[in-house]
């Protein structure tokens, strides 16, 4: 059984930084893409970052790059979001979500997922 639990999410300064992780169980994280993705108040859900392909490529939306990286600790099966230079349009509920590497590589949108957390909140202001 697959599962994704989200932590690290919490009030935060314009300009700092945070950490999120994302607890994987149930499968193995090779065969997976892991993307993240957040929910601003009153918007739609949106891809913030996502593994394309098993040999580490990645999506990155034009809103974080430069800013937030994607990494993996295989021993602890753990995703983290590095979050740097936060703005208070990052603000939002952070999602981890998980779907099988296949013939076609997975595209950042929900629809393409099949496992999900259950979020962590980024709040980010003065």
């Known amino acids: 059984q697959v599962q994704l639990v989200e932590s690290g999410g919490s009030l935060v300064q314009p300009g700092g930084s945070l950490r999120l992780s994302c607890a994987a169980s149930?499968?193995?994280?090779?065969?997976?893409?892991i993307g993240w993705f957040r929910q601003a108040p009153g918007k739609e859900r949106e891809g913030v970052l996502c593994m394309t392909s098993s040999d580490g490529s990645t999506y990155v939306t034009d809103s974080v790059k430069g800013r937030f990286t994607i990494s993996r600790d295989n021993a602890k099966s753990t995703v983290y979001l590095q979050m740097n230079s936060l703005k208070p349009e990052d603000t939002g509920v952070y999602y981890c979500a998980a779907t099988p590497f296949g013939s076609r590589s997975p595209r950042c949108e929900s629809p393409w997922y099949d496992d999900w957390g259950q979020g962590t909140q980024v709040t980010v202001s003065s």
């Open positions: 149930g499968f193995n994280l090779d065969y997976y893409s």
